[in-house]
Structures are given as C-alpha cells and as structure tokens.
C-alpha cells in the first residue's frame, strides 16, 4: 500500500494529496501518517511547499470529513431510536442511552471533534456522531479544520524536517496508535463492564 500511496502523491502532487487524505478520513485504515510525513520530505526533493502540502491535507480532511458527518445525518436520533426499539434488548442499549448520549455530544460535541483529531481512527470516525447529533455544520467546520489543522501541520514539519529518514516517524507514530488503540479497547470493556452491572 505504501508504495501505491507515495506514487499517487509523486505523480499528481498537491491534488494527490487531496485525494488520499480525504479517502484516508473515509476509510481509516489508509494511513495518513505515511501520506504526511511523505508529503514533509518530498517538499525537500520537489516543488511541492510545505505549506502547500499542509493546506491540501487540511482541505482533504475536511472534504472526507463532510461525508461522514453527512452520512451522521441520515442516521439521526429518529432512526437511531427505532433501531434501538427493534435490537436495543441484544446490545442492551435503550431509546434513554440514545438521548443521554445525544444530548452529551449537544453540550460537549465541538470540543470533542477537536481532541479527537489527535486520536488515530476515531479522528476520523468522530464525524458521524457529529452529524447524528446534527451538530451545527459552521462549528463542526471549524473545529474540525483547527484540529486537523495541527496535525497535519506536526507531521508534515517532522518528514521536512527528518527528510530521507522520514519512516522513522511513521514508525513512531505507528507505536503511539497501537497505545491508542489498547486504551481504548479497555476503555470499552470498562464502559461495557460499567452498563452491564447497572442493568443487573
């Protein structure tokens, strides 16, 4: 996957790097650690500027963002309630845990799609709540941009900054997801832990 990535982003540059972050927000698997970081150290062996390349990151986020937060929409509190009504008894999730949530993501939502740039698969992810809790698109525009913004801004200095060796950092960076990954795996298993007693 690797090499398909860096040849799209040496053949089509900035728009190549537009299309792949945005697929990469759609479909978080694709890594954008190595389309940032390799977009930082081809400004050093090409045309390519490192605010150019932070701008069409930022742009591709942002346009892989909207989709998910649009897909959010269709899945509003409506159709989550009587999805709920029909499975809630198997996941033990009830039409009040829809609101609780629902109203939870209405006080902290902005500052939540914030944070959660900085987390590796949720930073994507988190756009579809934001759209089920028909989150104000203008706010979700703009903290979505500010913290997509910072992260792309620090991974695209350290491939300028590291050049040749930019593997390095997505090594680094692939360390800190898998961290991420396990916290929030338990975090899950505690949530879960937490539901299941209060229902007993």
């Not at 040496?10 to 970081?37: H, K």
């Not at 742009?59 to 937060?69: N, P, Q, R, T």
Request: net charge positive.
């Amino acid at each position: 996957m690797e090499n398909w990535l860096i040849g799209i982003m040496n053949e089509y540059g900035y728009m190549g790097i537009v299309l792949l972050i945005a697929l990469e927000n759609i479909f978080p698997p694709i890594p954008s650690e190595i389309i940032l970081t390799f977009g930082g150290f081809m400004t050093t062996t090409s045309e390519l500027s490192i605010t150019g390349v932070i701008i069409s990151s930022t742009v591709g986020s942002v346009i892989g963002a909207l989709v998910l937060y649009f897909i959010g929409l269709q899945l509003n509190v409506p159709r989550l309630e009587k999805i709920v009504n029909k499975w809630g008894h198997i996941l033990r999730v009830t039409t009040k845990d829809v609101h609780r949530a629902d109203a939870w993501f209405d006080k902290y939502g902005a500052w939540t799609v914030f944070f959660c740039r900085f987390v590796p698969l949720i930073r994507s992810l988190i756009s579809i709540p934001a759209g089920m809790s028909n989150m104000n698109i203008g706010l979700f525009l703009l903290f979505t941009t500010l913290g997509t913004l910072i992260w792309n801004t620090v991974l695209v200095n350290l491939g300028a900054s590291v050049g040749a060796s930019w593997e390095v950092i997505v090594q680094n960076i692939g360390i800190y997801s898998k961290v991420i990954y396990v916290l929030l795996f338990l975090l899950l298993v505690f949530c879960l832990f937490i539901v299941i007693k209060r229902k007993r």
